[in-house]
């Protein structure tokens, strides 16, 4: 995918439609730049940075609710592991390439994205029904703070020289 092109390539010099930021939370300004995005050519000189991983997980999850608040779908067989086992994937992926113990590519953020968006489906089903929900916030905070403290921890080794 185009967002794993080196920073030399053609993709590298075109600039970012303004707003990019609303389809990609990755800044150029970050240490590896726009690595973990998919770049859509938009022209001479112009281009759109797209998350990979939110490019697969949003549209697929926004379906799948829909097709469940409408009562074509049940997504209530996720309860239980499958909350819990779908986002691992995704947790792992990020995580490790955080702290710099490997390099993740797009296609892989995309395949755990996929993996990942029935459970976050579900989850915003579970959330829209009983916002206090315990299992909910115990799913959100396990994977939520545990990510929180690897990407700092993968900050403070790339501030520190470490290999992050």
Not at 2 to 17: F, L, N, T, V
Not at 86 to 101: F, K, N, R
Not at 105 to 134: C, H, K, M, Q
């Amino acid at each position: 995918m185009s967002g794993d092109r080196p920073h030399g390539s053609p993709a590298r010099q075109r600039r970012p439609i303004r707003g990019h930021l609303l389809f990609s939370h990755h800044p150029e300004a970050e240490a590896d730049g726009w690595r973990r995005c998919v770049c859509l050519p938009l022209g001479p000189g112009r281009m759109l940075p797209l998350c990979a991983r939110c490019l697969a997980i949003y549209p697929l999850a926004a379906l799948l609710l829909t097709l469940s608040l409408l009562g074509r779908l049940s997504l209530a067989f996720l309860d239980g592991w499958g909350l819990w086992l779908l986002p691992l994937p995704a947790w792992i992926e990020a995580v490790t390439d955080w702290l710099g113990w490997r390099r993740g590519t797009n296609a892989s953020r995309v395949l755990t994205g996929l993996l990942l968006a029935p459970a976050l489906a579900r989850l915003f089903e579970i959330y829209l029904d009983a916002p206090l929900n315990r299992n909910l916030w115990q799913v959100v905070l396990v994977y939520g703070l545990s990510a929180a403290c690897a990407a700092i921890i993968g900050r403070l080794q790339t501030s520190d020289g470490g290999q992050g």
